[in-house]
């Protein structure tokens, strides 16, 4: 049985995406990858909707946040973290384990971020060097509104770097790197991008860069210079993830064709679809509807019923694979992933199965019992 | 034209193995993914000949060696490096960037490291709390013998880390990490193990484990014991580059099935078949031939024709893509690979190719000029 896989990421790969990521190797020092690397890097660039350098580093999109860290701060520095749900979190987590000094700025799950409350709590930090901001948070189903944080923080701090983690949400929604003067923009492979996990993308504005300059962060992997230099050769300072290139490559010519507001569109009709699929079955919604993610739907779980017998009946009998919660909401929600290669009768399917799956455990929507 | 990729990596992909990458994502966080780390892992433990650990990294092989700084030692630390090449000076450096206080013993390129001159250094560093060896260096062709120096050096310093980068000859040659008594062997999935560029492989001894839980370097990406843990409930993390994790399992029951000690005889027989194409051309291997890598082969370019209108002829004329040589070697060698999906027709094929294009390039090989 081939399975509707329906979670916030690794997400399905168009078929040919898959064709290509079997492509014999080529030399990576090569006349074939510099071009090849041009070209993802030119596209990357109209979906970051920026004319910054995007950097491409092999790793997982969490190596986003290490790149981030070592490459723009010195140990000590202050910086405001405003995580919104376990991502956001690890986020802050990474920037203590390097020295530096993290504030939160708290703000309940299901919540997006309060601009007036970011820029109060930077009022109260005006030694504050960065702002470490979540595009999507995946384990709450909560999107940030970036626009209208970038521009309150900017508000009252012009030069402050504002580093955003939009690996689960970039390409599927709108985000402007350049209008809306963000410093450091990163994804990864595995989300939007159709494209199987292990490369990172990192967007770095001029900004960035100078505080770069000014960072002795020790660092070899992550080296922002180091990348920038090989790249102006059409290369990268070590072996590149080549077959995800490929697929890459691939994906964003399919992407480029689809356009960017036809894609930010579909993202939302699929998101909307589901939302409302749950809410007619009498669910309730994890995040605040008002800003409730494009990307990935968090769903409380019936009382009675376990997120894991859901999850578990889902995979077993009908072949979609949801995810459950995390850290402290384990067992008590449910997400859907709805981004990538998605359309609706996917998530038609899914949210029919999930209807199947809980009636088959014994739930009862309080519509129908109230009928 | 379809390339014959005799580069020291990435290798070419077998046709099971390229089918396997495009195959449907699944959930890392679920069943099918704890079942295939497992059986990864194992397959892996076979290769390395050891019962130790071996944890996996979304990274290229160089990741390795910062894994093995940031993990097993503290700044200041004295370690004694012995590189041969390129690669090995780069594993140096990267102890230097994390604050290690790093000795060299010095070996003339092309040679092998001295296991008598490397117990000399130690003997002037009782301090070291590590050494740093290749087992293959891909700059200069040479191949250590890693059982004669780890003999000798746990002779002088029983309890010392003796870390190994292995990238480009795990699996094609012998390398014993129990028997031998070696703490780290690091490895990279482009090379011996036939799988695309991405993914890490880094075997951790008991030793090494102690010394990772004294070191209190900052890390969070290459933490051993995040990976360690994660890896108990069958996960990564963050992300696995999971079509990497498809490909290495198929190539890693392909080379079982074969066995390792038929796949280091074939590796023998290309590589000898290749020296002795290269000498019977009147060409000069760069390696001491006593020492000569059984995974890549570097030769010294004639007088007249560098090693650039060598590769692009055998690129533009031939399909046939060799490399040449790095840093203090540029121009003066071209490299072929032998290792990982490679056998005897295509090492014939590259060696015919090269004849061809050095006779067209105006080429006499000292014995016709003799004759």
């Not at 701090?157 to 939009?166: F, S, T, Y």
């Not at 995800?244 to 064709?257: C, H, I, Q, W, Y």
């Not at 007619?280 to 494009?294: D, W």
Request: charged letters at 20%; hydrophobic letters at 40%.
């Amino acid at each position: 049985m081939s399975q509707n896989l329906r979670i916030p990421g690794p997400t399905p790969i168009p078929p040919q995406v898959a064709e290509a990521l079997g492509r014999p190797m080529i030399n990576h020092r090569g006349p074939e990858f510099a071009a090849l690397l041009g070209r993802v890097t030119e596209q990357l660039q109209y979906f970051f909707q920026t004319t910054n350098r995007i950097l491409t580093f092999p790793s997982s999109g969490s190596g986003g946040w290490e790149a981030t860290v070592v490459n723009l701060f010195n140990p000590g520095d202050a910086v405001l973290a405003a995580p919104i749900g376990v991502f956001g979190d690890r986020f802050a987590k990474v920037g203590e384990t390097f020295g530096l000094n993290v504030t939160r700025v708290e703000t309940e799950w299901g919540q997006a971020n309060d601009p007036q409350a970011v820029v109060e709590a930077l009022s109260r930090l005006p030694e504050a060097k960065g702002v470490f901001l979540t595009q999507n948070e995946t384990s709450t189903g909560v999107m940030n509104d970036i626009q209208a944080l970038a521009t309150a923080i900017r508000g009252v701090r012009p030069d402050i770097l504002i580093c955003v983690d939009a690996v689960s949400s970039l390409s599927c929604v709108d985000l402007q790197m350049d209008a809306w003067d963000l410093d450091i923009v990163l994804t990864g492979s595995q989300k939007g991008w159709m494209v199987p996990p292990g490369l990172a993308m990192i967007g770095v504005s001029e900004r960035a860069w100078k505080a770069h300059e000014q960072s002795r962060m020790p660092r070899f992997y992550w080296d922002f210079t180091r990348v920038a230099r090989t790249a102006d050769k059409g290369q990268t300072p070590y072996t590149p993830p080549v077959n995800l290139f490929f697929g890459l490559d691939v994906a964003l010519a399919m992407m480029r064709e689809e356009g960017r507001e036809a894609i930010f569109a579909r993202h939302q009709r699929c998101a909307e679809l589901t939302r409302e699929r749950a809410v007619a079955m009498g669910l309730e919604l994890y995040a605040n509807p008002a800003v409730a993610s494009n990307t990935v739907t968090a769903i409380k779980t019936p009382e009675d019923i376990g997120a894991k017998a859901i999850t578990k009946a889902l995979r077993e009998r009908e072949g979609v694979v949801i995810a459950g919660g995390q850290e402290r909401l384990d067992g008590r929600i449910i997400r859907v992933g709805h981004l990538g290669y998605v359309h609706e009768p996917e998530m038609t399917a899914c949210m029919d199965a999930l209807e199947r799956q809980l009636q088959a455990l014994g739930y009862q929507s309080p519509a129908s019992v109230r009928g």
